[in-house]
């Protein structure tokens, strides 16, 4: 009796464990299922307001039939309250609000997605202490455990046990790499062979039809510069080296490259044609860094890039063809959208304050080449 009662106990448990993971999967099995074109969505930046933007995204991504969302880093402001947090608890002190940041952005913002799988990448605020790399490694491990990056990182090597903050997996013949430049230091050597294999090994795989990379700071010389891994002498020199490896892949391949940021808080395409470049040279790439946080001011010389918009929250769907070539439409969140759930426990005032005053002057200067 006692060893059928133990047992229920760890098939309970189990169940507990799995049930999420297994629903997380069933959507994608869906969607493969129907063939031809399909979606995913992406957007970065959700701290400050995150709280109350993010709901509303989780329900435009679900009501688009994506098959994940990617988010691109920035959860929590960290190094202070974010707006929302505030909201509900006005009494916190600062070391309470460390405590519970994480927590809060699984319970508000990556919750509402449900059985939706989330895929997560690193950005700075989740580096600026008390939190390090291995605070975010305990904390997202269900995340970054997902069954398709697991499959994955064995797939490429079944002797690696390792949890990285960096990752890819292959979906519907596209390669997704989750890369991180979220410290000054990024990109090591580590992740620069590691990324290097795995260019080497989509080259080879007639499988593989398409490459996106998702990370949070943009790559060196974009129009976004002063905001992105311009910011460090390693950050640029490994920045363009990932370029130029991205670029060569391309052009030996054939295969199309799609690069995707977020960091500066506005939305942005074409981000990669500047003067620092030849038109042949511009690999199309987004800057989506509106799911909540405090608002910038677009770069003064806007000359090359696409669409720019600020002062809006939202995420970009991206519509994969058959062929494997893409195309990414920015979705706004207005205030509407916040469903009435969040409203109701955050208050109207703040909702209206999320989108009247969340704003910031600051303007990232646009790219000033350097020798390369």
Not at 342 to 351: A, G, I
């Amino acid at each position: 009796m006692i060893a059928l009662k133990q047992h229920s106990i760890r098939w309970r448990c189990a169940a507990a464990l799995l049930g999420p993971l297994l629903a997380a999967a069933l959507p994608v099995a869906a969607a493969a299922q129907a063939g031809g074109s399909w979606r995913f969505a992406v957007s970065g930046d959700s701290r400050n307001c995150g709280d109350v933007i993010m709901p509303a995204i989780a329900a435009g991504v679900r009501a688009d039939h994506a098959a994940f969302y990617w988010h691109l880093g920035d959860y929590r402001a960290i190094y202070d309250f974010d707006q929302d947090y505030r909201a509900l608890n006005p009494k916190a002190n600062i070391s309470q609000y460390e405590a519970a940041a994480w927590p809060d952005f699984i319970e508000h913002q990556l919750k509402p997605f449900g059985g939706l799988p989330v895929y997560l990448a690193l950005g700075n605020h989740e580096t600026i202490p008390p939190k390090t790399r291995s605070d975010y490694l305990a904390q997202f491990a269900d995340w970054l455990l997902a069954p398709a990056l697991e499959a994955q990182r064995l797939a490429d090597d079944p002797g690696d046990h390792q949890l990285r903050t960096y990752y890819h997996w292959i979906e519907r013949g596209v390669d997704f790499v989750t890369l991180d430049n979220a410290t000054a230091d990024q990109f090591d050597s580590a992740q620069l062979a590691w990324l290097g294999k795995v260019l080497d090994r989509d080259a080879a795989n007639s499988g593989v039809h398409t490459l996106v990379l998702g990370m949070h700071e943009a790559l060196p010389d974009s129009v976004s510069s002063g905001h992105s891994m311009n910011e460090s002498p390693a950050g640029a020199a490994s920045g363009r080296q990932v370029y130029s490896a991205l670029l060569k892949f391309h052009r030996s391949s054939g295969k199309p490259v799609y690069v995707l940021a977020s960091h500066s808080h506005f939305v942005m395409s074409n981000v990669y044609a500047t003067a620092c470049r030849t038109p042949q040279d511009v690999l199309p790439g987004w800057i989506v860094g509106t799911a909540g946080a405090v608002r910038y001011r677009l770069p003064k010389d806007l000359a090359g890039s696409g669409e720019h918009r600020t002062d809006v929250y939202g995420y970009v769907l991206a519509t994969v063809a058959a062929g494997g070539d893409i195309q990414f439409e920015f979705k706004p969140v207005t205030a509407p959208d916040i469903p009435a759930a969040t409203v109701k426990e955050f208050t109207q005032p703040v909702v209206d304050a999320c989108f009247d005053d969340n704003k910031a002057n600051y303007v990232p200067d646009g790219a000033v080449c350097e020798k390369q």
